[in-house]
């Protein structure tokens, strides 16, 4: 019998321990979705962008979900299933949180296509889903085996920590039409020195100004290396993200190569803001 | 407790639960996209509007319209157009724009007209829209 009870208790423990994971995992979908579940065009890209790339942007959000689990997180789990369950219970709390709120602003109602409920649904799971991630690995816990700040120093979790603070930046900037705007208006001049004012930026904020969370430059680190293989790389992978989420979007259709490099680089100004301090904000 | 806790995957049983609702979701908006790209060849939009309940307040008619996209792909910023006719005379004309209407999705528009529109010719039309 005490068995038995011991059991019991311990599965309550595990239950109440889901319930706050669960919790926290709203609560992160909803601060990281909810700018964009009240952006207008988010809404339309949902109903007109080309299906496939939506199915696509959904299979690249889960390994990128299950990446930021594995080189992120207070949790340090033993099997990388669990990485995996992680990821897929994000992906359904994202995609809850999105149901209810865009219902309640009635963007999705009985009337509409399933076509356009599903593609709705869709583009707010990418935000959502790695809010929710972050906060069932960040807020609270306490951390085994990882260092202060609770994320493994390899280089690869390094460079996806990056990529994913630039695709939440990228994301909520990507979607407006000022983006467009604000690229045809730069001569290529101003192009040019904005890539040159990112790449400063970031290696000033992660490796500079040392805040609570980036990473500091050790002292056996020459600058040359550490700007060669996290700040250079970091924006690359940047530009790559935004160019990504560009094309995902539909906004590169119809663009000369420069136009669309040029709205890359506007768009990875934000990105690589993001990118530097994905370590703080994530 | 100092007990060394055994190397096993400590997601429980309600953590499985909401990731295989995770994994159904993803399946399934996937899956959706994917067959709705094969499926649907693109085309231009064609827009029908039709006519719904009108009201009468203050000595204007206000008209409910319908306004659902039949063709293959999304039309941004539709021009709905009524014209209340007394034969071939045009009385009077009301227009309405709407941001969006995707494919198979139905959008409600109004059209407000100072004489009754039961008692003449109501003439509705989508004048037309640009691709989003």
């Known amino acids: 019998m005490a068995g038995k009870d011991a059991a019991v208790e311990a599965d309550t423990g595990s239950t109440r321990e889901f319930l706050v994971g669960l919790g926290r995992a709203f609560a992160g979908a909803l601060i990281f979705s909810l700018p964009l579940m009240m952006t207008m065009e988010m809404w339309s890209l949902g109903v007109y962008i080309d299906p496939f790339r939506i199915a696509l942007l959904l299979l690249v959000l889960l390994p990128l979900l299950v990446g930021l689990s594995l080189f992120g997180g207070i949790r340090k789990n033993t099997h990388i299933v669990d990485d995996l369950a992680d990821a897929l219970m994000a992906i359904a709390v994202a995609a809850v949180a999105a149901i209810v709120v865009l219902a309640m602003f009635a963007e999705i109602d009985p009337s509409m296509s399933w076509r356009e409920i599903i593609g709705k649904i869709a583009l707010q ?26 994320f493994s120093d390899a280089y690869g979790g390094e460079i996806l920590l990056m990529m994913v603070g630039g695709l939440f930046m990228s994301l909520n900037i990507a979607p407006t039409e000022e983006i467009i705007l604000i690229a045809f208006k730069m001569s290529t001049w101003q192009d040019i020195a904005l890539a040159f004012l990112s790449l400063g930026l970031m290696h000033i904020v992660v490796y500079v100004v040392e805040f609570r969370g980036t990473h500091a430059q050790h002292p056996e680190e020459s600058f040359f290396s550490v700007f060669a293989r996290f700040t250079v790389v970091g924006y690359a992978a940047v530009l790559l993200v935004s160019l990504y989420i560009l094309w995902t979007f539909g906004r590169l259709e119809g663009l000369s190569l420069e136009q669309a490099l040029s709205l890359a680089v506007v768009l990875s100004f934000p990105g690589a803001i993001g990118a530097a301090l994905a370590r703080l904000i994530l | 407790m100092a007990r060394k806790k055994p190397v096993q995957s400590r997601t429980s049983f309600w953590e499985w639960g909401a990731a295989a609702l995770g994994a159904a979701i993803l399946v399934f908006a996937i899956g959706y996209m994917a067959w709705y790209g094969l499926t649907h060849t693109s085309g231009p939009p064609v827009i029908v509007v039709e006519r719904a309940e009108s009201v009468r307040l203050d000595g204007s008619y206000v008209v409910k319209v319908l306004v659902r996209n039949k063709g293959r792909s999304t039309a941004a910023a539709v021009e ?5 006719k007394d034969g ?20 409600e528009a109004y059209l407000q007209f100072s004489r009754d529109p039961d008692k003449f010719d109501l003439k509705l039309r989508a004048v037309g829209g640009s691709a989003p």
């Open chain 2, 80 to 84: 709905i157009e009524g014209a209340l």
């Open chain 1, 125 to 150: 799971i990418v935000p959502g889903s790695i809010g929710a991630m972050l906060a069932q690995n960040q807020l609270g816990g306490s951390a085994e085996d990882t260092d202060e700040y609770g």
């Open chain 2, 88 to 107: 071939e005379e045009s009385l009077e004309t009301s227009a309405a724009t709407l941001d969006y209407v995707p494919e198979n999705s139905e959008r």
